[in-house]
C-alpha cells in the first residue's frame, strides 16, 4: 500500500475514533488550504515539469522549500537525505517521488522525539502555564482560545494579566476572561509583572483552580532587560508552587522567518520552555517554519492557530499537519 | 540592530575580496555563493535574491571592474550600489494633501504593530511636521484594541476618534471625517483591524473605507521579523486596495530584516518609516542609503548628526560655548549635557552608526552603563545651588550629605568631582589653544556634533 494510502486511511478513518479525526482533519485542511494549494501545486507543477528525477528538479525543489521558509541549513539537510533515498530506491521518473517527499517531512517532524504534544498538566492540584514571545504574535488571543478548549474540558481555569506593558492588554485578556467566562486577576497598567503573577499564584491556590494561565507583555529577544524581568516572572512563580510553570508556552507566528529560531533559542535560555503555539497558520501560504524548529531545536509544537474563532486552536499533530499539506496530492493518487 | 547578522555575513564575505588586486570570474562566483546564503538566511525573498545576485554578478565581472586599479573596493562598491537600489534608491517622503486634511490609512496583517504606529507617526507628525493629527479607532474587532488607541492618545495627548465596536468601521470613518473638517484636524490617521490578504470580506471593508475620501497615504504595516510571505502579503495588499508606502516595524530586534529588502523591490513601493522600540518617539524615516551603509560596515555618519541635531538646540550650544570659554561652566550645564546625549537614544545604538564600530573587537556587546549616568545626576541633584556653581566649597561633611542624599557613595562623589575638574582643565586649554590662534585642536567631528 502506498504511504498516502495508509496515511488516508488513518485520517479519515477506517478505524473507530473516525468522526472525532475527520473533522480536526478537516479543521487543518481548511486553515491550510493556502499552504496546501501553492506548495501542493507548486510540487505537482514540478512533477509534471520534470520527468525525470535530475538536478534540475532537485535545485526547483529545493527553492520551493526555501520559499516555505523551511530554511537553508534544513533544506540542505532534507535535499541530501532524498537524493540518498532516491539513489537507494533507484528512482527515476518523477512520477513517484512525491509519495517520498512527505515521507521525508514526516520523518524530519518526528526525528528522534518522545511527541509530547499533549499538555503536561498536574493530575490534581494547580497547574501553571505561562505564555512567552515577540510583541504581535498573538500571546493574549491564544490564552483566550486555550482557556476556552480547558474549560471545555471540564478544567477550572483562571488567567492572569501578566502583560502590565502594551496599551489596552489587561482590556483585551479581560474581554477574553468574559467571552470565555472566566476569572482574571490583574492590576493597573504599568505596575510590575511578577507582582501580578504572585497575587494570581495565591489567588488561583485559594479558589482552588486547575489550570492558571499567565499572559505576559511581548518582548524582543534581544531586549536584555525584558528578557531578566521575564526570567523573574519564572522565578516568583516557581518559588510560590515548585513544580511550576508546569508549561512554559512560546507563541510564535507562522509567518516569521529565519528569526523564528533566534526567538525560540534565546527564549528557551531564559525560560525553559516546553512548547510552541504556531499562530496565524491560516494566514501564511508557508508553513515551513515548523520543519526547522523541530529540526533545529527539539522543541515540541504544541498547538496551531488555524483562525479566530474560539475553537480555532488545535492540537499540532505532524501528520495531520502534513497531510494538509499534501491532502489534493492524496486524492490524486486515490483516483488513479 | 536590525540586519546585523546580514550585516556580519556580507561583510565577512567582502572582506575577502576586498583587497584583492585582481578579481577573477571564479572569485566572483565564490562570493556571489555566499552573499546568496547570507541573503536567504535573512529572510529575503528567493526571486529578488536570485535577481541581485544576477545583477551584481554581471556588473562584477564586467570591465570597469577589471580595469580599475582597485578591483577589490570596485565589487564592494557594487554590492553596495545594488543593495540600495534594492532598498528603494532615495529617502521617500510623506505625502501632504494640499486640501486638508491629508487622510492616512494604516493596513497590515494582525499584530503587525498598527495601532502602535499610528500613534507613533501622530507623535512624528505633530512633533515634526506641525500638524494637528485625530486618530481614528476602526479596529472594532480585536477585543481592546479601541481601549489600546484612547490610551497611546492619552499618553500623547491626542485626541482619539471612536465610536465603540458597535459601528461598523466604514461609518466611523464617515463620522470622523466631520469631526475632523469641524475641529481643523489636518491628518487623519485610520487605525483599521488586521486581517489576512486573503481575507476577502474585510478586504471589501478597506475598499469601502477608502471610498470615502481617496486616502493620501496608504501604509502597509509590516513585521520586519516576517519570512518569505513578506511579499506575498504586500503583494496582495497592493493589489486590493492600493498601497503607497510601507512601514516596518520591530527593526529593533535581532532580525536580518530581509523583508525590508524584498518588499520594496517586488512592490516597487517604498519604506517610509521604520520602528525602532516600544516607546512613543521610537518610529524613523527610512534611508536606503545609509541603512545600506549601515549593513556593509561603513557606518551611519548622517542618521548620527541628524539625531544630535535635533536634540541640541543651537541657541544653548552657543550659550555653552560661551560658558568653557570664561570658565563659568557649572554642574547644571554639566547636568543639562548629560539630558541632552540621554535624549539621542540608547548609547550603545548611537555607538554603532560610527563607521567601523562593528569592527572594534567587544563592542559589539558592548552595553553602555546609563545607570551610570543616573548615579551622576543624582549626585548632582542633591547637591545645593551653592554647591553646583562652585564645588570648590564640597568639604568632607558636605560629601557625606550628598551621597546620603544620592544613594551613592562617598568614593562616587569623589570621583565625579575629580572629572568635573579635569574638565574645565581640559576646556581652558581648548579655549587657550583656539584664542592664540594656533592650530585648531578639536576633537574630531564632535563640534560639528553639537552645533
Sequence with gaps: MSFFKKFKEKMLGATPEAEETVSITNKFKEGLSK????????????????????????????????????????????????????????????????????????EIYNAGEDDITELQLEESGLSVILFVGVNGVGKTTTIGKLAHRLKGEGKNVMLAAGDTFRAGAIDQLQVWGDRVGVEVIKQSEGS??????????????????????????????????????????????????????????????????????????????????????????DGTAKGGIVLAIRNKLHIPVKFVGLGEQMDDLQPFDAEKYVYGLFADGLHLEDEE | MAFEGLAERLQGTLQKIKGKGKVSEADVKEMMREVRYALLEADVNLKVVKEFVKNVSARAVGQDVMKSLTPGQQVVKIVKDELTELMGGEQSQISFSTRPPTVIMMVGLQGAGKTTTTGKLANILRKKYNKKPLLVAADIYRPAAVQQLQTIGKQLSLPVFALGTEISPVEIVKQAMEQAKEEHHDVVIIDTAGRLHIDETL?????????????????????????????????????????????????????????????????????????????????????????ASRILGMGDMMSLIEKAQSNVDEERAKELEEKFRTQSFTFDDFLEQIGQVKQMGPLDEILKMLPGAGKIKGLE???????????????????????????????????????????????????????????????????????????????????????
Aim: aromatic share 4%; proline share 3%; hydrophobic share 40%.
Design chain 1, 35 to 106: 499552504t496546501r494549494n501553492q506548495f501542493t501545486s507548486k510540487v505537482n507543477d514540478l512533477v509534471a515539469k520534470y520527468r525525470k528525477v535530475d538536478e534540475d528538479f532537485f535545485e526547483e525543489l529545493e527553492e520551493i522549500l526555501l520559499q516555505a521558509d523551511v530554511g537553508f541549513e534544513t533544506v540542505t539537510e532534507l535535499m541530501d537525505s532524498l537524493r540518498f533515498e532516491v539513489q537507494r530506491k533507484n528512482i527515476k521518473d518523477t512520477s513517484g517521488i512525491q509519495s517520498v517527499i512527505s515521507e521525508k517531512l514526516v
Design chain 1, 192 to 281: 510590575d509583572p511578577a507582582a501580578v503573577m504572585y497575587d494570581a499564584v495565591r489567588a488561583a491556590k485559594s479558589r482552588g483552580v486547575d489550570v492558571l494561565i499567565c499572559d505576559t507583555a511581548g518582548r524582543l529577544q534581544n531586549k536584555v532587560n525584558l528578557m531578566n524581568e521575564l526570567e523573574k516572572i519564572h522565578r516568583v512563580i516557581s518559588r510560590e508552587i515548585p513544580d511550576a510553570p508546569h508549561e512554559v508556552l512560546l507563541a510564535l507566528d507562522a509567518t516569521t522567518g529565519q528569526n523564528a529560531l533566534v526567538q525560540a533559542q534565546t527564549f528557551k535560555e531564559v525560560t525553559n520552555v516546553t512548547g510552541i503555539v504556531l499562530t496565524k497558520l
Design chain 2, 203 to 291: 478586504m471589501q471593508e478597506l475598499k469601502d473605507i477608502r471610498a470615502i475620501k481617496e486616502p493620501d497615504e496608504v501604509f502597509l504595516v509590516v513585521d520586519a521579523m516576517t519570512g518569505q510571505d513578506a511579499v506575498n502579503v504586500a503583494n496582495n495588499f497592493n493589489e486590493a486596495i492600493g498601497i503607497t508606502g510601507v512601514v516596518l516595524t520591530k527593526l529593533d530586534g535581532d532580525t536580518r530584516g530581509g523583508a525590508a529588502l524584498s518588499i520594496r523591490s517586488v512592490t516597487q513601493k517604498p519604506i517610509k518609516f521604520v520602528g525602532m522600540g516600544e516607546k512613543m518617539d521610537a518610529l524613523e524615516p527610512f534611508h536606503p542609503e545609509r541603512m
Design chain 2, 365 to 451: 556587546n558592548a552595553k553602555v552603563d546609563e545607570k551610570q549616568m543616573d548615579r551622576v545626576e543624582a549626585i548632582i541633584y542633591s547637591m545645593t545651588t551653592q554647591e553646583k556653581t562652585t564645588p570648590e566649597i564640597i568639604n568632607g561633611p558636605r560629601k557625606k550629605r550628598i551621597a546620603k542624599g544620592s544613594g551613592t557613595s562617598i568614593q562616587d562623589i569623589n570621583r565625579l568631582l575629580k572629572q568635573f575638574e579635569d574638565m574645565k582643565k581640559m576646556m581652558k586649554q581648548m579655549t587657550n589653544m583656539q584664542q592664540k590662534g594656533k592650530k585648531k585642536m578639536k576633537m574630531p567631528g564632535l563640534d560639528s556634533l553639537f552645533k
